[in-house]
Structure formats: C-alpha cells, structure tokens
C-alpha cells in the first residue's frame, strides 16, 4: 500500500491498534459470550470482529486521506448525512449472513 511520507496507512493503524489491544478485547469479549449474550454475536461475530469494531471507532471524525501514486492527496468524505452513515460503518453478523444469501 502506497503511503506517503508523514502519513500513515490503515494497515499500519491496525497492526498497531492490534499490538497493543487485541489480546484485551478478545478477552473482554471472550468473558461476554462466556455469559450467553447471544445478542453480542449478532452484533459482532466472532471476537476479531468485535476488535474490528472498535478500531474502526476510533476512526470516527479522524481525516482519512487517498493517496495516489504521483503523491498527490485527497481527503476523503467518511461521514455522509449529518453523520448518519460512515465510510468506516460495517454490517452486522446477521446483516452480513442476509446480504451473502441474497446479494
């Protein structure tokens, strides 16, 4: 991924978040499902998805730029109708399972 000097891609971002939190979350979670919460799974999926989540929160209202390969930036418009939708909004578990059996 190309990456301009002073900036930092979304892949670094998540490896580093994942460094530092993965392991906390996943136990966090891990101690929720333990407790039956079966609307957590419908929520997040699996543990990993639950660390995709939060990572993806901590994006909110950060500026995300599109870097092309002459260097030059774009920003990027990551939330749409006053907030209401994000660039960085995902579906759920069950969201996901309805969109894949019916595209």
């Known amino acids: 991924m190309f990456c301009p ?48 989540d939060v990572f993806l929160s901590t994006l909110s209202g950060m500026p995300m730029f599109a870097a092309f390969a002459d260097g030059r930036l774009r920003r990027l418009e990551t939330e749409n109708d006053a907030g209401h939708s994000t660039l960085f909004a995902k579906m759920s578990a069950y969201e996901s399972y309805l969109a894949a059996r019916d595209p």
């Open 5 to 52: 000097v002073g900036h930092v891609s979304l892949a670094e971002l998540w490896r580093e978040f994942c460094a530092k939190y993965r392991v906390r979350l996943t136990r966090a979670i891990m101690e929720k499902y333990g407790a039956d919460d079966f609307e957590l799974l419908d929520l997040h999926g699996a543990p990993d998805d639950y660390c995709e």
